[in-house]
């Protein structure tokens, strides 16, 4: 594709820790403190904020000139870091809004939802928690799934973003936790539907299961979803390595209503990793994998230890 304007590019990001450097009593972040093993500092706070700004207003820019008008993001504290982030030098000039509500997570870190209000006219936002049980029979609290419901090109859209339980305690042992979340998914769509059969859905997030996964399968048939990353995904492509391997936690799946091109406005275009050289490790064993800020409670001053993923749509 040329360099067009006239295509919108919808993204998402898992960004790697992003905490302000002051204690909130109510949440873990105590690794994320000035005095910390971490050193989390305002000035390496400022220099990620800054970081991350660069990088979200160059996502899909291989083709179209504007930045991306939603971008779901992962592993957000609070208001204030959202709001610092879209303030920061390379993305004020892009005027995003956000959506944002604090779950109960113990980490503190959540999912929000950056956009452009001129292009993508927010109408309703609510979250959904996902009810999981440890060991003890105690309620064991992790991210919320963040629903945002509005008008793109005049066109009735809802976009879920998710953050799915981590892989932690090994991959087997931790799939119920993926395949609860994607059960929430499916009968939020389900009501979605029923309230509008028409509606557009978006589903985005960081799954930690990649594309031929259980859960990933289960989104797919039920909901009847598209997930063009199945075809993204290869030995040497993914959003994150882990010892060499590369996976593809982060997806964007859709309705496949979006290839109705008699009710459509809207034209799937194309499906990416963003993962342009400036994100990557330049050299050594782990070259070419993304540039985190840090390894353990080493600070290495990049990005994230994510790529961000995108996919675009050409308003017809």
Known sequence: MNNNSEIY???FYNVENLFDTTNDPLIHDNDFLPNSLKRWTPKRYQKKILKLGTVISKIGEENTTNAPIIVGLAEVENQKVLSDLVNSK????ENYSFVHFDSL?????DVALLYKPDVFKVDYSETFSVYLQNDMGYQDYTRDILLVKGQLNNENISIIVNHWSSRREGTKETEFKRIAAAKVVNSVIETLKKEDPNTKIIVMGDFNDNPNCKSLILLEEESKLYNPFKTVWSRDNGSLNHRFQWNLFDQILFSTNFFDTNNSNLDFKDAQVF?????TQYEG???????R?????KYKGGYSDHFPIYIQLKPS
């Open 285 to 291: 064993k782990y070259k070419g994998q993304p540039f």
């Open 9 to 11: 590019t919808i993204a």
């Open 90 to 93: 390379n993305l004020v000039d």
């Open 293 to 297: 800020t840090f390894v353990g409670n």
């Open 105 to 109: 997570d113990e980490r503190g870190i």
């Open 275 to 279: 993962n342009s050289k400036f994100l």
